[in-house]
């Protein structure tokens, strides 16, 4: 039984952002990622975005889920961020790719309605991370 997930999000999409915005949702070349806060959770989205940290990306990897790739994405803080967390130090993260489907029994998919869907094997995994403020909810 798959589960949507709808991960923190805890900045933005940044100015240095390639999307075309011209398609719904809009297609993204290079992503930004704008911190504006941060709970410590290893997923994040911003939408049509997520991104997830080093160690999450690193066992999704060893697990081998299906649907997902990866790619670089651009990190910075906003002014607020500084102001509010100017001791907090940022993992790497990376921009999380969603290709999967439900034909192919994948483990992460975008649904429909744009929100993440995910395997219960992916959900084991996700859930030996950092998910304090994602919400989960089981669909049939």
Same mark, same amino acid.
């Given at each position: ?36 806060? #941060? ?23 060893f697990r081998n889920l299906k649907?997902?790739g990866f790619d670089d994405v ?20 990376? #921009? ?45």
């Open positions: 039984m798959y589960r949507i997930i709808e991960p923190e999000v805890a900045g933005g999409i940044g100015n240095e952002t390639v999307m075309n915005t011209k398609v719904h949702p809009p297609i993204i070349d290079k992503l930004h990622y704008e911190f504006a806060g #941060w709970s410590g959770d290893d997923i994040l989205e911003s939408f049509p975005c997520y991104i997830i940290t080093e160690r999450l990306k690193k066992e999704i990897e649907g997902i651009l990190i910075s803080r906003s002014n607020e961020f500084e102001d509010f967390y100017p001791n907090t130090d940022l993992p790497k993260f990376y #921009w999380a790719k969603i290709n999967g489907a439900f034909e192919n029994n994948d483990d992460f998919i975008v649904g429909d309605d744009f929100r993440l869907l995910i395997s219960p094997k992916a959900f084991d995994t996700l859930t030996l991370f950092n998910l304090n403020h994602a919400f989960l909810e089981e669909i049939e």
